[in-house]
């Protein structure tokens, strides 16, 4: 699955939570309304150009999830969306993946209480295999983390993510 089957998949449930869903992307061919029919905006714009002009907006019961799996737009968004009062701020990505990202947010100067105001890997565990799967399991997620309700997060186990076991 691609980062666009994800976001599609995540479009939908926030939207069936009754969410205003923004999708920003700075490729064009990605961010079109036709890939992206329920979100109320489809922007294309660098993420964390649109979090600096917007991000003031964005309070505790905000969610920012960023799903590209590539740097030079993770790294940019995540530390953008950190200079806000987002409520939530995920990221999607293996283990190993979230690993070099934490080595490039510190290169970036975000410290130990930026860090743990990122939920990556994105999601609760559990065991969601699909886009749509993954996408309640990060809806989930969002839902515990704004309700402060104790939940098995990805980012406090080991093992395999989404769907890797049997």
Known sequence: FGAVDFTAALARAAKLLGYHVTVCDAR????TRARFPMADDVVCEWPNRFLERDGDRLGPRDAVCVLTHDAKFDVPAIVAALDTRVGYLGAMGSRRTHAERVDRLREA????????????????????????ET???????????RTGRDAPALRDSTGPIHGARA
């Open 28 to 31: 064009a061919v990605f961010a």
């Open 109 to 132: 100067g975000v410290d130990d209480v930026g860090l743990r105001r990122l939920h990556a890997p994105i999601g609760l565990d559990l065991g969601a295999r699909t886009p749509e």
């Open 135 to 145: 996408a309640i399991a990060i809806c989930a997620e969002i839902i515990a983390s």
